[in-house]
């Protein structure tokens, strides 16, 4: 009996063990210099440091769709190994920025112009949802299902998003589901609705 027991206890701190070496590595990977060069760099001084990309949008006319401009380590090399990114979001009027997730970092939102419904479920099914006025900050909980709504029927909304992480990663729900050959016979059943509606769903983001 207290063998079984000896045993029980020692399996369950294995798993307690895991558990907290699985929660370490889930973020980005700790470096043991103060920057990574990359590899195709010869010189380093201020300029790897600098991000440029962004100029253009200043004082570009505004867009017609939603749109991203991101600032991730595959944009911004110098990135790597700090554990942060951006992105500069822009909402013309009455466009929404589709359910999605970050699978390696939280975001947080801060919102410079507009108005913006915004709203993310936990993993209870529980939807949490706030309208933002300019000035306000929301933060979206790494890896769960948000989106970000411009009902302004005439007016931009613009954002900036930061993340804990180099690279933040995103997965567009619709996007996955529809446009990456999951068989439409499976969605149906999924979605509790016919193969015929899931192929229309489909034609549409063709």
């Known amino acids: 009996m207290a063998s079984n027991t000896i045993n029980q206890g020692f399996i369950l701190i294995l798993v307690l063990i895991f558990a907290c070496f699985q929660i370490a590595i889930s973020g980005d990977a700790d470096i043991i210099s103060d920057f990574i060069v990359p590899p195709n760099v010869t010189k380093v001084d201020g300029k790897l440091f600098t991000f440029t990309a962004l100029r253009s949008l200043v004082g570009a006319k505004p867009p017609t769709s939603f749109t991203a401009s991101k600032v991730s380590m595959a944009e911004f090399p110098a990135l790597n190994g700090q554990s942060v990114s951006y992105a500069f979001l822009q909402y013309p009027a009455g466009t929404l920025n589709p359910p999605h997730t970050h699978p390696r970092s939280a975001e947080l939102l801060f919102l410079v112009d ?43 909304a613009v954002a900036v998003s930061s993340f804990g992480s180099a690279s933040a990663g995103t997965v567009s729900i619709p996007s996955t589901l529809f446009t990456t050959g999951v068989d439409s016979g499976i969605l149906a059943k999924a979605f509790k609705t016919d193969v015929a509606t899931i192929e229309k769903i489909k034609a549409g983001f063709a």
């Open 114 to 156: 507009g108005c913006l419904e915004v709203g993310f479920v936990d993993t209870a099914n529980k939807l949490f949802t706030q309208t933002l006025e300019a000035g306000d900050m929301f933060v979206f909980p790494k890896g769960l299902v948000h989106y970000q709504y411009n009902n302004d029927p005439k007016n931009l």
